[in-house]
């Protein structure tokens, strides 16, 4: 099975910038649609941006425009490059694999913002 590994959490000031990185075991990464979630305390795991398969990509609200997710295929690797971070940015961020058959889940990464 498919195993996902995020890095690149850390602590950062409110303007700041982070990219995060998804590594995934296996041959099949070019075949996953992948996703980038976070879950900050108290509250429900939200969405934040969808690479699909076909190359097309989707924001939630909250993040459009200072975040920008992109994969390298030959490196089996999902990023999301994080600008303009707000406090409110601050949560686990879980990568997200996903196929009609598969929905894996990696461990998570910590980012916090201070303000």
């Known amino acids: 099975q498919v195993q996902l590994a995020e890095s690149g959490g850390g602590l950062v000031q409110s303007g700041g910038a982070l990219r995060l990185s998804c590594a995934a075991s296996?041959?099949?990464?070019?075949?996953?649609?992948m996703a980038w979630y976070r879950q900050a305390p108290g509250k429900q795991r939200e969405w934040v941006a969808t690479?699909?398969?076909?190359?097309?990509?989707d924001y939630a609200v909250s993040v459009k425009g200072r975040f920008t997710i992109s994969r390298n295929n030959a490196k089996n690797t999902m990023y999301l490059q994080m600008n303009s971070l707000k406090p409110e940015d601050t949560a686990v961020y879980y990568c997200?694999?996903?196929?009609?058959?598969?929905?894996?889940w990696g461990q998570g990464t910590q980012v916090t913002v201070s303000s």
């Open positions: 997200n694999a996903r196929t009609y058959v598969l929905n894996r």
């Open positions: 296996g041959k099949m990464f070019s075949t996953y649609g």
């Open positions: 690479f699909a398969v076909g190359g097309g990509t």
